[in-house]
Structures are given as structure tokens and as C-alpha cells.
């Protein structure tokens, strides 16, 4: 069984085309950008976009933090990289994220991971197991972007389909 899922990107300007997006902001409250999802299947795949778990995404979802950790544009990391591996082992052995999800480039390679909590500040996010391995960037976003998803089942850190981790169940 398959979840729905999106395409993800952060985005210099504001989409015109996307299905959600919102402004991100710095701790300081400037702005850097914009976090925007599109619809699978309903157009062509928006350049440089990501897949990621439907279930992160939730128009009326509550203000977050997110950690978003993206592997250059360039570098192709296999989701069987035994960092990869490592960093997945590690969020299931933590309940601070309210959302996690891997980012997928294509069924084998990991494009980065979307981590993110409605906490008012960003704390819990300190210590992703994924910005160990991509540069990180952390944001502010107000509310209507961030969903809330359950923890992730274990012990399996393997995917299904070419679909983003984590699920949570087989």
C-alpha cells in the first residue's frame, strides 16, 4: 500500500502554480524564501522538486520550525548510504519532531529531509541526524504549511516503492 505524496521545493520567489506555499523566515525574521508543494500527476514535476509525504503538509496545520537539510543539486546519495541509514535509525530513537520525511530525488537517491515542530521555538530541532549529512537550513513558517504526522514505525528503515520515509506501517 502506497501514500500519497508531493512535490516539494524551497523557492527564492512565491510560486504561482503551487498547490500550498509560505513564506519561510530566519530566526531573526527575515525572510529567505518560500516553501511550496505541487500535486503529483496533476502537471509536470516543478524543477528541482522533491518528493515528500503527503501526511507533512497540511494547509490548516499550525506555525512551525522546520529543519530542512537538502543535498546539493549535484551529489547523488543513495537512500541504502549507510549515513542515510544512520540518520533514519536516529529519528526513530527520538519523539522530538512533530513531522519528518525524507526527501526523494528519485526511487534510490536522497535528495534531503524535511524535519518540523509546532514547538514555539526550535529546540527539539537541534540535533537532526540528517544535517550531520546536508547542509541545513532552519525556518520559521507561520501557519497553513506544516502538518503533523505520527512517529515513525520501527525498527525498519527501508522504503516501499520509491516513496518517501518513514511510514508507519508495512
Known sequence: MT???????FRPEAPTDAFVSAPAFRA?????????????????????????DARAIDRGGKAAWISLALAPERARVLFDDPAVCQAMRMVLSSSHADVM????????????????????TPEGLADDPFARIFPRTLLRVDAGFVGTMPAPAGPGVQRYGG??????HF
Not at 516513496?163 to 508507519?168: G, K, M, S
Open 3 to 9: 501514500r500519497p505524496w508531493y512535490w516539494f521545493a
Open 28 to 52: 531573526d525574521g527575515a525572510q529567505l524564501g518560500y516553501v511550496a508543494t505541487w500535486l503529483v500527476g496533476k502537471a509536470r514535476k516543478p524543477l528541482g522538486a522533491l518528493g515528500i
Open 101 to 120: 520525511s525524507s526527501l526523494v530525488r528519485d526511487p534510490s537517491t536522497i535528495g534531503g529531509a524535511f524535519t518540523a515542530t509546532h514547538a514555539p
Open 163 to 168: 516513496a518517501p520515509w518513514p511510514w508507519d
